[in-house]
């Protein structure tokens, strides 16, 4: 009997926004997991005996990527629909064990290949993204001094609006065809993890954030060359050139000794700083 109809489904979807929220250092995000598995406990175990004891069996150790957490729900939720149908007690510990197991296997498969693209694909592209707008919009910040005074306020918040809305809706994506495809198939046949190639999404994701990261720079660098070598000349260009190297040298320096970012960030205050200074010396203030 199917028992993840739409109004359970939408249930268990927006409780999985709470994941995090119950996170702990002892069981991770156990909490969350109990919680956006509760409406589907309550319709499959009634007695609220039952539903204690299988409350419990899942208030163990829970970590993995929060977008993919629905595969492993729906998985759990699948064969704990299989645990309240048993004919008896062997078929039932058979059951139990395989929604444990999966449960593990799981949480950690989707949390590699979860973390691969979205800590380290779709979140950095979202911020290439706002980078793009701002650069076909003309913002470069510092580069050029006039232009960051008359960037329109829509402009500014464009960029990170528009990424943000897409890394939240491919997770969202995520989230509930993850529920769907992990009830679907319930503890057999990979379990969800066949849903898509995700190696050769991986791999394409990369390669659209490596073309998408030379552009930038391309088109950055060459247009603020370009407004440098108009308005101040080849000393300012320069000057510009000079600033942005010993800052990404600084970096790569602390990187390389592996020191904190904290100081990191103390270390490039204190050179903006300085430049800062340098530049109200008159002179060095005309290619500023």
């Keep these: 009997m199917n028992m993840m ?3 359970i ?4 979807f927006l409780r999985l926004l709470f994941l995090q929220s119950g996170w702990n250092f002892e069981r991770f995000q156990n909490i969350g997991f109990c919680f956006a598995l509760m409406p589907y406990l309550k319709k499959t175990w009634p007695d609220c005996a039952r539903l204690k004891t299988a409350l419990l069996r899942h208030f163990g150790i829970f970590n993995t990527q929060p ?3 629905g595969f492993v ?3 759990v939720c699948s064969i704990e629909e ?3 149908a048993s004919k008896n007690s062997e ?3 058979k059951f139990i064990k395989l929604a444990v197991d999966i449960k593990l296997a799981l949480e950690s498969s989707f949390a590699a290949i979860g973390d691969r693209i979205f800590w380290g694909r779709i979140t950095p592209l979202a911020t290439l993204l706002c980078l793009g707008v701002w650069s076909v919009a003309g913002f470069y910040g510092w580069f050029l001094t006039d232009a960051q005074l008359s960037v329109s306020a829509y402009i500014l918040f464009a960029g990170p609006v528009l990424g ?5 809706c491919v997770s969202s994506y995520i989230r509930w065809k993850g529920l769907e495809r992990g009830y679907a198939c319930g503890g057999s046949n990979l379990c969800g993890l066949d849903m898509f190639p995700w190696p050769k999404i991986i791999s394409k994701l990369s390669l659209t954030g490596l073309i998408f990261s030379i552009s930038i720079c391309i088109f950055t660098l060459i247009t603020a060359g370009v407004y440098y070598y108009k ?3 080849v000393e300012g260009l320069v000057f510009k050139a000079v600033l942005v190297m010993a800052a990404i040298g600084i970096f790569l320096i602390f990187r390389k000794l592996k020191k904190s970012m904290f100081l990191v960030l103390a270390t490039l205050i204190v050179f903006s700083t300085i430049v800062v200074i340098i530049s109200q010396i008159e002179g060095i203030a005309l290619i500023l």
């Design 67 to 69: 977008y993919m957490a």
């Design 164 to 168: 943000v809305v897409i890394v939240t």
């Design 9 to 12: 489904r939408i249930k268990i």
């Design 91 to 93: 078929e039932e510990e």
């Design 231 to 233: 308005n101040f000349g």
């Design 73 to 75: 729900v729906g998985n």
């Design 5 to 7: 109809d739409r109004k």
């Design 82 to 84: 299989k645990i309240s």
